[in-house]
């Protein structure tokens, strides 16, 4: 079992969650239920990445098999950008709930700071990046004139509800966590964001904790998560996993460079979300907290590893360029 982080709602956020972005369907019911036996408790998904029902019924068979309790367990998913509109947020809400087979989520995450063109269910679920096939032949982004906070108030009905007990944002820079923290009337409750020591946004890390907001890290192991997805950047990136300074770090605690990297990031007050499908790197990761700390030094020259790359960056891969961190 992991460490918990309180939020600035008073609700208790596990230390380490499993991230579920890209789990096969075939395989997802099994692994989230494989994953409650071993202790996770968080689980990490979104509209986007298309296994929600899978998600759900792991969780639901963990729960009907009296290996948990629902309230034992901190269940995460994210607005996608085409239902940004306050029309479509609890719309979309209440379709993740539905296809998880769940009353209530634990966080419900803006996605990215950015609005597309509503794409009804019936048409494409989910809609991804492009909001029909012409765009997608064509390249092209079909935006919508939806400001966030109007996404956000919308998603604070939904806490009103009890349809999700927090909200928070992914993917927002600096100036946006600013603009919705001047203008909103319940805080975010957390900001996940692309972390890892190549990307460590010390700024904006410091800015937010300053400001109660939890900062969760994705992609934790730097270009590891996009080499399976052919990204040309994360294959001329240099692995990580087998980075001189890590490595030695490694060796100092007689601990694998991925044990190394995640307790970076916690040891920053910063929490995790690995995703992965092997029983021992489950409970490795799980267990990262009470097995390993780091020096000040070790740390420091952890941080110092940054470059500014960012792996998930939509310009980099859509036809239609489309700025959103630059
Ligand atoms: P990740 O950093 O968790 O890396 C996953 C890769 O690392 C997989 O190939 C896995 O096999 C490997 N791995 C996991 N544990 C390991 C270990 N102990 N040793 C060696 N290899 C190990 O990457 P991710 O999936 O990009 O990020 C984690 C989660 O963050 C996602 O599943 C998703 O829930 C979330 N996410 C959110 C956004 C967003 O826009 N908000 C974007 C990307 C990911």
Redesign the pocket.
Known sequence: MSEYVTLNNGLKMPLVGL????IPNDVCAQQVYDAIKIGYRLF?GAEDYGNEKEVGEGIRKAIADGVVKREDLFVVS?LWNSYHHPDHVKLALKRTLSDMGLEYLDLYYM?FPIAFKFVPFEEKYPPGFYTGAEDEKNGHISEADVPLIDTWRAMESCVDEGLTKSIGI??FNGGLVQDLLRQCRIKPAAL?IEHHPYLTQENLVEYCQGKGIQIVA????GP??YL?MGSDLAKNTPNL?HHDTINQIANNHRV?P?EVLLRWATQRGVAI????SKKE?LE??LKIDSKLTLTHKELEAISKLNKNIRM?DPWDWLDGKFPIFA
């Open positions: 991230g579920c972005w890209k990490d994210k996605h992914s993917n996940q994705y992609s934790s192991f590891q998560s399976e996993f694998s991925s979300i690995p995703k992965s790197r490795t990761n998930n």
